[in-house]
């Protein structure tokens, strides 16, 4: 029951960012986000309770909600000067488009034969969701940030996608996954610092005329 | 059909006045008024009805027949809805299309009255009420599908919760309420509902002012369906229930209109959206 609510968040927290318009309200649902997935393993799996899910749920809680967003809007302060979001798709042609992007998650996570006892139904659809609504957020929006939470969002599916298999899934790999995006974040990061410094601007549609 | 399913009909027939009257104190004691009678619309009614109707040389028998088709069509649509553990007066597969269909008209005719007065502010707000329901539509049909398919708490939780936060919102817009519209305002520019009456005067106002009553009424009978517990078939215990759950509705509404400003025209469209959004995961959940 408590994992289908925080799927059923995590889908709505989807919906909410592509029908964002402030840069700043998006981190915060990134961040949101990202705690629910850290509590998400320890409640799926409330029965068998180990060192293991505990270490997971505080790293990525840590991380995701901590870290990331603190990076994101260092990052925001030090470079931006409008705070919109500037897309290149409609807020409500976005909303649409994402529904019909779960409607095809729900279609494909029904045929998707997962060979684990999955903790919830909505699992894979949830997972499949993220991936598609992250990789829509890199391509239809023209901040740079809104890419790194594009990514963010497409990493938090993967790990939803995880969590359903964490038993069989090693530790480590796991903790590598993180490791890889917090060093992309902090890089993304630090990229957009200074892609503003050389450009005066982030936006990324501008980015293919180079400077003389 | 038992005489329990005239009891929904009767309800709404009598106490839907009643609901403005207590959005009206909550708000008012919020502000920390006194506020006007819990009656106040009752009186209201019974005002305009012994009044005289004032007609402009410029409209037509459509103006006339505006408030008349509304108040009608209210009625009909009445007989539809179920209320709480009461069945509807009239009950068949997929009536739920026909009283969203009534709701439609009532508001065609408010619409097509507004734009033969010939006045600028009332087309504006006809053009208003077209555009702002032709996005509360598809998420009351969606929200009534997934009803359909009949979803309860015990098996889906979410799904509720999302299609009461997205028949509230639906709700609100529809009567012209506060994060969409404001029934109190005054200033033609902002006015969506109000606007399009403004050149009803008299019986004609007294049935838009009933007729929209009922409309709420209504659709606080649909939002009270899904939150209200079994009775175990005590007709008495549901009386009381259902009328609690009816004015507890308006007090939340009138809590929502204290604590919320009005939205702007251009952001309006989105939180509609938003709400058919939440309507359509709900109905993707229940179909998987």
């Known amino acids: ?212 | 059909m038992n005489a329990l399913s005239f009891i929904p009909l009767l309800l709404a027939l009598i106490l839907s006045p009643l609901l403005f009257g207590v959005i009206n104190r909550t708000k008012a004691l919020f502000a920390g008024r006194r506020g006007q009678p819990l009656l106040q619309t009752y009186y209201d009614l019974w005002k305009l009805l012994r009044k005289g109707a004032v007609y402009s040389r410029t409209t037509t028998w459509i103006f006339r027949a505006g408030p008349m088709v509304g108040l009608a069509a209210a009625w009909v649509a009445a007989t539809l809805v179920p209320l709480g553990n009461f069945p509807a007066l009239i009950a068949f597969p997929a009536d739920f299309l026909l009283f969203a269909g009534l709701l439609g008209l009532m508001r065609f005719f408010t619409v097509v009255a507004a734009l033969d007065t010939g006045s600028s502010f009332e087309g504006m707000g006809a053009s208003r009420e077209v555009f702002f329901s032709a996005l509360t539509e598809p998420a009351l049909f969606v929200v009534l599908a997934t009803l359909v398919s009949g979803a309860d708490w015990l098996h889906g939780g979410p799904v509720l919760a999302l299609v009461i936060i997205a028949l509230m919102i639906v709700l609100l817009a529809e009567n012209a309420r506060i994060p969409v519209d404001d029934p109190n305002t005054h200033l033609e520019l902002t006015m969506i509902h109000e606007v399009m009456v403004l050149d009803h005067s008299g019986p004609d106002f007294a049935f838009i002012l009933y007729a929209a009553a009922l409309k709420l009424w209504m659709l606080g009978a649909l939002v009270l369906s899904m939150v209200l517990p079994s009775s175990g078939g005590n007709p008495w215990l549901s009386l009381a229930l259902v009328s609690g759950g009816m004015f507890g509705l308006a007090v939340v509404i009138g809590v929502i209109e204290s604590v919320m400003a009005r939205l702007r025209l251009l952001v309006v469209p989105q939180l509609l959206i938003g709400a058919g959004a939440v309507a359509t995961v709900a109905l993707i959940l229940t179909l998987r």
Do not use: C
């Open chain 1, 1 to 212: 029951m408590m994992t289908d609510l925080i799927l059923v968040l995590v889908v709505l927290t989807n919906l909410k960012l592509l029908g964002s318009s402030r840069l700043g309200a998006s981190i915060r649902v990134v961040a949101a986000q990202g705690v629910m997935l850290g509590l998400l393993p320890v409640l799926a799996h409330v029965h068998e309770l180990s060192l293991h899910f505990a270490a997971l749920a505080v790293g990525t809680v840590a991380l995701k909600g901590v870290v990331f967003p603190w990076l994101l809007f260092r990052a925001l302060r030090e470079a931006e000067v409008t705070r919109e979001v500037e897309p290149y798709v409609a807020y409500i042609t976005s909303i649409l488009i994402g529904l019909a992007a779960l409607a095809a998650s729900f279609w494909l996570g029904g045929r998707l034969p997962v060979s684990t006892v999955e903790p919830s139904s909505l699992l894979v659809p949830s997972a499949l969701f993220s991936i598609l609504a992250g990789l829509f957020l890199i391509v239809a929006r023209k901040r740079a940030v809104n890419q790194v939470l594009g990514f963010l969002v497409l990493e938090n599916g993967i790990y939803t996608f995880g969590v359903g298999i964490v038993a069989e899934t090693p530790f480590l790999v796991e903790l590598g996954v993180l490791l890889d995006a917090f060093v992309a974040v902090f890089v993304m990061g630090i990229a957009v610092y200074h892609i503003n410094r050389e450009f005066d601007h982030i936006e990324v549609d501008r980015l293919d005329r180079l400077k003389g």
